[in-house]
């Protein structure tokens, strides 16, 4: 038995000989030329996405004997490097690569020393954005968007916080003919933002601006569109709009009837008068009337204006009407009269006032290029023999 014992030992001794000779064989050639130098590698390496561009970040702690640093991508067909002087703290990279065409990328980063040893590769990944992600983008919704007390209030739709919105730039012209340029950082609910002394009748501007990665580098903006602003621009292009009208004294009148001031009549209307104030001179009302006494056959009260392209909404505030009206009429003509009431289809927008069930009486129109057009009231009235219709004020609305 101890004869067995000691063969087996000796014959794991052999082994193990063998074993260690063939391992050391393997590092003598692993070995080969030299031990093997490794610098530090990079360390918190990361990518902040941009418009045909990235930046690469990463941290150098320990290694003093990094003199440089490289970064590959596109399968090492494309590189950049980086000089290094190290300080005695941890030290920042920074490194811009421009001209990159848009689509994700994998960068390979690589440290060295003045004798060229390497550090092991360190990868980070990123992405490129460029023209196909702008195309993509759009403006901001706009919820409303109106003019109140010299004030545009902006109600913007609300927005999701994934789409990268994080602001909208807004130009426009103030009351004084100042012009401004804002931004506005975005709030993706319930936002509104207002713009102190919009001039009445223009257009604000937009565009918003986007952030692909809440990190990126960039910013990415849509175009510049129109903002229209809902605005009553009344006391811009009608004179004497009402609540009260005015008397013209240059003309005859009495205690209750007159003529309109700054309106413009034609006879049908002046032999009836065109202003009642039949409640007092605080309450005087633009009129069109028969009452026992004749016909009225297109009674006309006008004014004519020129007005910028836009869409627009004229109003006026009925304050009584006298039984039903056969066929009376707020109208917007283009040129300088408005149409008989025969033609009033002809005009660029009518609305028809009836009885007292409504008492207010809107016409729309829409202006391409900027037009002298004719507005204001025509009637016809015969049956019945008693028809008023006495009007508080008027208004126009610009919507864009």
Sequence with gaps: MNVIRTVISLLFVATGLVLSCKKADEF????????IIYTAKADSARVYAGKKRVQLYWLLLSDP?????????KNHTDSVEIPVQRT????TM????????????????YNYDQAGNSSIKVTVSGTVYGDLYAA???NRGVANAELINDTAEITWSDADSTTGVIGMQLKYTDVNNGTHDTLVKAVYKDQVTRLPDLLPGTQAQYRTLYKPASLAIDTFTTGFANLPVKADVTALYINNPGSPFLLDNAQNSNWRFGQLLNWQ???????????????????ACMTLWIWDNGVLTNGKIYQTVTLPAGEYVLEAAVSNIDNSLEAAYLAIASGNALPDVADITTALGYGR??????????ASFTLPTAATVTLGVVASMAVPAQQTIRISNVKLMKNK
């Design 65 to 73: 004997t990094i003199t440089r640093s490289k970064v590959f991508w």
């Design 353 to 362: 006032f009836t009885d007292n069930s409504n008492k207010l009486v809107s």
């Design 94 to 109: 920074r490194v811009i690569i421009n001209n990159l065409t848009e689509g994700n990328y994998d960068f390979e980063i």
């Design 265 to 283: 009549y034609n006879d049908e209307a002046r032999n009836r008068y065109t202003w009642d104030a039949i409640n007092g001179v605080d309450n």
């Design 28 to 35: 003598k050639k692993f070995v080969e030329g030299g031990e």
């Design 88 to 91: 005695s703290a941890i030290d």
């Design 136 to 138: 993509a983008l759009l």
